[in-house]
């Protein structure tokens, strides 16, 4: 069998965990979809599989930013401290193990709902801080998810262009 369809079948498995990442945190999301992107293209050595990694890989990567960024303007819009995040990253680290797939998500937002009432000791207001984080923090996966889909459909339309003209 030929190498290039070989990468192309391992990149394309490598790309769907890579989607599921993004949403499943205990899976690689974004860097292992830049990285597969990066080896595909450079296996494949067409000027098709070159432009298309790049796109990819730029998708992917713009997704990957924008979740950060839109999760940590929104903790300081919030004046969220640091205490509170540790807080919420502890016991979603705990709920990860409590509940499968669902508890890392429950452990953050506990964690940081707690955090919050714990320092600003009223329960409205830590409830709309961390509602307000834990949405910023639900859309910026929803982008990330989006760029690292696109960046798969990308790679995809490479793989025929490349398969096509070689």
């Known amino acids: 069998m030929d190498i290039q369809i070989i990468s192309t079948v391992v990149a394309g498995l490598l790309l769907a965990v890579a989607v599921v990442g ?22 494949m050595g067409s000027p098709a599989a070159w432009w298309c990694a790049g796109i990819g890989m730029g998708l992917a990567l713009a ?42 998500f429950i452990g953050f937002a506990l964690g940081l709902v707690l955090g919050e009432y ?3 000791k009223d329960l409205p207001a830590a409830l709309r801080a961390s509602g307000s984080a834990l949405k910023a923090m639900g859309i910026g996966v929803l982008v990330e998810f989006g760029c690292a889909a696109m960046a798969s459909s990308v790679w995809m339309i490479g793989v025929i262009v490349h398969f096509t003209t070689r």
């Open 22 to 43: 993004t949403i499943v945190p205990v899976l690689p999301g974004s860097l292992l979809a830049i990285g597969t992107l990066l080896a595909w293209g450079w296996i």
């Open 63 to 104: 997704g990957w930013s924008a979740s950060t960024v839109l999760t940590g303007r929104n903790l300081k819009q919030q004046k969220i401290p640091r205490g509170s995040i540790a807080l919420a990253i502890g016991l979603a680290v705990v709920g990860m193990f409590v509940i499968p797939v669902l508890g890392l």
């Open 118 to 120: 714990g320092r600003r």
